[in-house]
């Protein structure tokens, strides 16, 4: 089992910076990908950005320029820098672990609040 802890959410104007941080512990021999996602109330949830352990990233269109995502591979621990944040990027942040393993499993956070005010 991967154990994910989340930090970093909260109330932010528009036009402000938030950084999100997921920790992995546990069973982490195995991850090869990282990732966050987000659900707004009412909608489904959409993938905001990927990173790999060899570094490729993915973006949604809707984030790129603005959202950076880092990894520290040593500790497991997955980033997500948010700028120029806007009223639409409200939601619940979530991360996301895959772990390769002879089959692939996949972990979620508990999730972590972000509301942006205009």
């Known amino acids: 089992q991967v154990q994910l802890v989340e930090s970093g959410g909260g109330l932010v104007q528009a036009g402000g910076s938030l950084r999100l941080s997921c920790a992995a512990s546990g069973s982490i021999l195995g991850i090869n990908a990282m990732g966050w996602y987000r659900q707004a109330p009412g909608k489904q949830r959409e993938l905001v950005a990927t990173i790999t352990t060899a570094g490729s990233t993915n973006y949604a269109d809707s984030v790129k320029g603005r959202f950076t995502i880092s990894t520290d591979n040593a500790k497991k621990t997955v980033h997500l820098q948010m700028n120029s944040l806007k009223p639409v990027d409200t939601a619940v942040y979530s991360c996301?672990?895959?772990?390769?393993?002879?089959?692939?499993?996949?972990?979620w956070g508990q999730g972590t609040q972000v509301t942006v005010s205009s």
């Open positions: 996301r672990v895959q772990k390769a393993r002879g089959i692939t499993y996949v972990y």
